[in-house]
């Protein structure tokens, strides 16, 4: 099992850039298939991005492509989130997720979350 601890979110202007951490802990992070999600008031939990247990394969929701860039460093057992070009809609709790054999866009596939960092865009 793994635990995953979200942070750097905030409140910025548009136009403005975020960086989110999300650091696991328990079993071998390395392993893991990770992802990030956000979800609006409102709104479902929708994909954002996600990165296989290499980082040699990413994938990007199209409403965030060209601005958000998913990495991860196995070392520091964390997964990262650089938000650049930010929008009011990018407004949103973002969850970071981990699979251990599963990747992809759909929330089903990542039975382990953290709880959630709040990212507010002001226009």
């Known amino acids: 099992q793994v635990q995953l601890v979200e942070s750097g979110g905030g409140l910025v202007q548009a136009g403005g850039s975020v960086r989110l951490s999300c650091l696991a802990s328990?079993?071998?992070?390395?392993?893991?298939?990770m992802g990030w999600f956000r979800q609006a008031p409102g709104k479902e939990r929708g994909f954002v991005a996600a990165?296989?247990?290499?980082?040699?394969?990413?994938d990007y929701a199209g409403s965030v492509k060209g601005r958000f860039t998913i990495s991860r460093d196995n070392a520091k057992n964390t997964v990262y989130l650089q938000m650049n070009s930010l929008k009011p809609e990018d407004t949103a709790v973002y969850y970071c997720a981990a699979s251990f054999r599963s990747y992809g866009l759909d929330t089903y596939r990542y039975p382990y979350w953290g709880q959630g960092t709040q990212v507010t865009v002001s226009s």
């Open positions: 990165i296989t247990w290499s980082g040699d394969s990413t």
């Open positions: 328990g079993r071998t992070f390395s392993s893991y298939n």
